[in-house]
């Protein structure tokens, strides 16, 4: 038993977080400026803090992270980082070439005090800065929120440093996909483009950490949202902000800036909130939705029915990022599943709020914490078990001692494949979570069952 | 974009790098990282956790925003034959709030309650960049810990920002040395040693405790791999510290020779002869209280090396005339992969470290082959630009280094926390073999833009080699046309 030392009975904790169900803000900054094109994420604190992100988001997608640091010594901490991140931004335009480099604070260089606009100015007026190339920066301090609101965070330095209005509007409509796999993002897009609307989307890590074996290493993928688009989105005609989370700061960023209005919604997981999705876009482009996406709802709803005997009353344990637990909470209760423990890592009180709205009318209690961690849930599993968990790769401690399927979901997954190929957004992406879930729920069964009452077809 | 200027090398890092016969050896290393550089190195804090992290009875706590304990959270496989409090992530979660009003409360109050409820045998507090900046006392809080609890409660200071890991490493020794000595020694045998620098990956330690009991030593303290901290306490009562890891627990050794007078030699236990070499060096030791130990030492390698040999020679078969790249934190695994290397017929062309000294970069001047490129704290630009013009058939590296090797398609082992084999000992030569083998042997590389143009002309002359891969350039021709590609 891996995780033996963690006892049934539950009691309050203030001071401490046992085994996390979030990471610090960085991470998240580093995951979002990879989704520009040839953009360097930038770690502006000690050397470790770089290694390990870029570690975390390697094994995660099993692909090369480029990210550089600031390399912060005594000295750095003592003086303030001004010089290392001058160096640096020097350093990297020549020897990199990238488009633009990102940079995000750390616990270190907040809590000394580095003004990342003043340096920013100070690096083009000493013509660090080449040409045509660009310096965008967040304040991602690690002691405040969790990597979600490190994304956030550079989604909103991504339009505060980038975003003009012309005064002119292009017809384009700007999507915040939130922090999703890039397999998500070309799905996103691919919905887009089925209704006919002209997306902006922006970060896209497709083709970015989803790459293929060239035979050549490039620190820049061919993917990732040109500078160029990001710019132009303060001329379009509304921003769809997926994730109130990762990406409603962005949008009402862009709407206060430039004057692009903003429409919040929840991450296209599931039946309703895809429906809501494909709604907002018919509704922004002025189209409507053409039958091959029917057609995939259609198929969606088909297999929900054909199967839901086996849905129906299976208690789901949640751990994971605000955004993804929330449609998923709802597409569960869709399912007439139970989604009897939701935790996340990340602070927020309204989260709470939200679940317990979702499952208003569900007919079960439900347990929810927003800073909560893995310890917890563990302890509410041992106190009530639960059918299946639904999380990232660390739930497996869980799964195994508690002898319960696992389906793997959020970040970091970082001991098997997909996440990184196949959407779980869509009305394909919810078909594929099905399957997962019916693969668990059914393997168990053949598993368990005793041979006089195994049965060949289900 | 990147791709433009592979040849690019920082100048300031021009002196990092060595070419084996190419003029006077002369290398700068331990070095800071360069500012902007995509350095694959980490910070003290790290260096210190995974020392300290497989003392799998202690409660290790890390003092810091959560991404600390998040980022470290159970990534190596630090196996234990029991407790497994290690594999759990404690941390103070340190928010703006403890910023600015400090974190010490918090500190304590977490301590209270991890250690009435898991009775660990010891606490080791980790203090981050935060802390080092806030100032939060450390040692007054183990120190009143240590006196309400009755346990050792030590404050490991490993700030990220005051050096790179190996200042980690010393802190984590200083940390131990503090439990060093506490512990009763009466029933230790004169013939005894503790194992120093060895994390238990893959159950390793286990293997070479096998050994040392064959060879009638008695193993004190495991330091650290599925370590207890019992152990740890009477560990100066062993005759002799066998220590690998050059940088790791080296510190360790030498304090613990200084204030209890325990003699250490230096061991490795990847590849035959290092390993060979080690037991007969702890033999030797202590061949004059125990004369039979010697023999058994023989018999024990004989056993071992002639049921290795022949199993060994079937990999060779497929290897022999490859080409091994290699990138490692320590150096002393550097030593050692290069001459497990030879036993399978393979040469090693590039050779790094991220922590390595100038003695290390010296001797590896001197054990390797002309043209060998050597190189110090290596970025992914110039580790690809050496793997292509090297035409290298495996790397060796970390987790940071796999995927480039794949991108590249060059085959990959991982010799680093993250290998799931144990690879050191007799059957750790064999498993290292194998793993070289399903990786350079495997058919995934024929399918790879590098081995395209090399399999279509083999396509032509009717017949496409078993094994696609054997189409190195011969010595010393340097693979420029690679490169050229790469810059088109």
């Known amino acids: ?42 770690s502006h604190g000690s050397q470790g803090c770089c290694a390990y992100h870029r570690s975390t988001l390697t094994r995660h997608y099993k692909e090369p992270v480029p990210g550089t640091t600031s390399s912060f010594t005594e000295g750095a901490s003592v003086f303030g980082g001004q010089a290392n991140l001058l160096q640096a931004i020097d350093n990297i335009f020549t020897v990199y070439e990238p488009e633009v480099v990102a940079v995000h604070t750390t616990c270190l260089s907040e809590t000394i005090g580095d003004d990342l606009p003043q340096i920013r100015d100070k690096a083009f007026k000493e013509g660090k800065v080449p040409a045509g190339k660009e310096i965008i920066y967040a304040s991602t301090p690690s002691y405040v ?28 409509v700007n999507v915040l996909p939130g922090w999703v796999e890039p397999s998500d993002m070309t799905e996103i897009k691919r919905i887009a483009a089925m209704i006919g609307v002209d997306i902006t989307m922006f970060p896209d890590t497709s083709g970015v950490l989803n790459g293929p074996l060239t035979g050549k290493h490039r620190t820049f993928a061919e993917g990732g949202t040109k500078i160029a688009d990001i710019r132009k989105a303060g001329d379009a005609i509304g921003t769809l ?75 789901v344990a949640l751990v994971g990022d605000p955004d993804q637990l929330i449609s998923l909470t709802e597409f569960l209760v869709n399912l007439d599943m139970q989604p009897v423990y939701v935790v ?36 509410w599993i041992k106190n009530g078990p639960v059918d299946l968990i639904i999380g990232n790769t660390y739930c497996k401690y ?47 069964k053949d598993r368990d069952t005793p041979e006089k009452h195994f049965e060949l077809v289900y | 974009m990147a791709e433009t200027s592979p040849l690019t090398v920082f100048e300031e890092r021009q002196d990092q790098i060595h070419c084996t016969g190419d003029g006077p050896f002369e290398m700068a290393c331990n070095r800071d990282s360069l500012a902007g550089a995509v350095s694959q190195r980490a910070c003290v804090f790290c260096g210190s956790r995974v020392v300290l992290y497989p003392i799998a009875d202690a409660l290790h706590l890390v003092h810091g925003p959560i991404g600390c304990a998040a980022y470290t959270w159970d990534i190596r496989g630090s196996l234990s034959s029991g407790p497994e409090l290690h594999r759990l992530s404690f941390s103070t979660d340190l928010r703006e709030r403890d910023v600015i009003f400090g974190g010490e409360k918090k500190l ?78 009466t029933d230790i045998s004169p013939v005894s040693v503790n194992i120093l620098g060895d994390f238990n990956l893959a159950g390793e330690i286990w293997i070479i405790r096998n050994y040392f009991e064959r060879m009638g030593v008695q193993v004190v303290a495991n330091i650290t791999g599925d370590g207890r901290v019992a152990d740890i306490r009477r560990a100066h009562g062993a005759a002799l510290n066998v220590v690998q890891c050059s940088g790791a627990t080296l510190d360790l050794a030498k304090m613990m020779r200084e204030e209890h007078g325990v003699p250490f030699v230096r061991a490795a236990y990847l590849g035959i002869e290092d390993m060979a070499d080690s037991l007969y060096r702890i033999a030797d030791f202590f061949k004059g209280i125990d004369p039979g130990i010697v023999d058994r030492t023989r018999a024990l390698v004989r056993e071992e090396v002639s049921a290795l040999l022949p199993r060994l020679a079937e990999m060779r078969r497929d290897l022999e005339g490859k080409k091994a790249a290699i990138y ?144 190195a350039p011969a010595p010393g021709e340097a693979n420029i046309p690679n490169d050229k590609e790469a810059v088109a």
């Not at chain 1, 609101?149 to 440093?161: A, E, I, L, Q, Y």
């Not at chain 1, 009402?252 to 909130?273: M, N």
């Not at chain 1, 799964?399 to 098997?416: K, M, N, Q, S, Y």
């Not at chain 2, 010296?362 to 013009?389: M, W």
Request: proline letters at 4%.
């Open chain 1, 1 to 42: 038993m891996l995780l033996r030392h963690t006892p049934k009975e539950i009691k309050e904790r203030s001071a401490l977080v046992i085994n996390p169900a979030k990471t610090c803000q960085p991470i998240g900054a580093m995951y979002a400026a990879l989704g520009i094109h040839g953009c360097m994420p930038h």
């Open chain 2, 328 to 471: 490692v934190g320590g150096a002393f695994k550097a030593f050692s992969l290069i001459k497990a290397f030879r036993h399978l017929g393979m040469t090693v062309a590039v050779v790094g470290s991220q922590t390595g000294t100038e003695e290390d970069y010296a001797e590896l001047a001197q054990v390797t082959d002309p043209g060998t490129i050597i190189i110090d704290d290596a970025n992914p630009l110039e580790l690809s630009r050496f793997v292509k013009e090297k035409d290298v058939d495996v790397f060796v590296g970390g987790v940071k280094e796999r995927p480039i090797a794949y991108k590249l398609g060059v085959g990959f082992c991982d010799h680093n926390h993250e290998r799931k084999i144990a690879l050191e000992g007799f059957e750790g030569m064999y498993n290292f073999a194998r793993e070289v083998h399903a990786s350079a042997m495997s058919p995934v590389w024929r399918f790879v833009p590098r081995r395209e143009a090399q399999n279509r002309a083999a396509a032509k002359g009717g017949t496409a080699p078993a094994d696609a891969g054997s189409d």
């Open chain 1, 145 to 172: 929120g969790s990597h979600i609101t490190g994304f956030s965070n550079m989604v909103k330095g991504m339009v505060s440093c980038l975003c003009e209005a012309t005064g002119k509007k292009n017809g384009k």
């Open chain 2, 108 to 185: 304590a109050a977490a301590l209270d309650e991890l250690i009435d409820r898991h009775h660990p045998n010891a606490a080791f507090v980790y203090s981050t960049c935060i802390v080092g900046i806030i100032g939060d006392d450390l040692e007054a809080v183990c120190r009143t810990m240590t006196e309400k609890k009755g346990i050792p409660v030590i404050p490991v200071l490993s700030e990220g920002f005051k050096g790179n890991k190996r200042a980690g490493y010393l802190a984590a020794c200083k940390a131990m040395n503090r439990l060093v000595g506490t512990g009763d020694v």
């Open chain 1, 398 to 444: 869980i799964a195994r001692d508690e002898d319960i399927p696992l389906v793997r979901h959020g970040f970091p997954i970082l001991d098997r494949v997909g996440h990184q190929y196949f959407p779980t957004t869509g009305y394909t992406g919810a078909i594929r979570l099905l399957e997962k879930m019916l693969d668990a729920f059914l393997d168990r």
């Open chain 1, 241 to 315: 902000a997926l994730g109130e989370w990762a990406s409603a700061d962005g949008a009402r960023t862009l709407d206060s800036q430039c004057k692009v209005p903003c429409r919040i919604l929840d991450l296209p997981i599931g039946l309703s909130a895809t429906d809501r999705f494909v709604d907002a876009l018919r509704i922004v482009g002025g189209t409507s939705v053409p039958a091959e996406l029917e057609l995939e709802r259609g198929q969606l709803v088909d297999v929900i029915s054909d199967m839901h005997q086996y849905f129906y009353g299976k208690k």
């Open chain 1, 344 to 379: 996340t890592g990340t602070p927020g009180k309204r989260f709470e709020r939200r679940i317990k709205e979702l499952t208003a009318d569900a007919g079960f209690e439900v347990k929810v914490k927003a800073a909560g961690d893995m310890f917890l849930l563990h302890q």
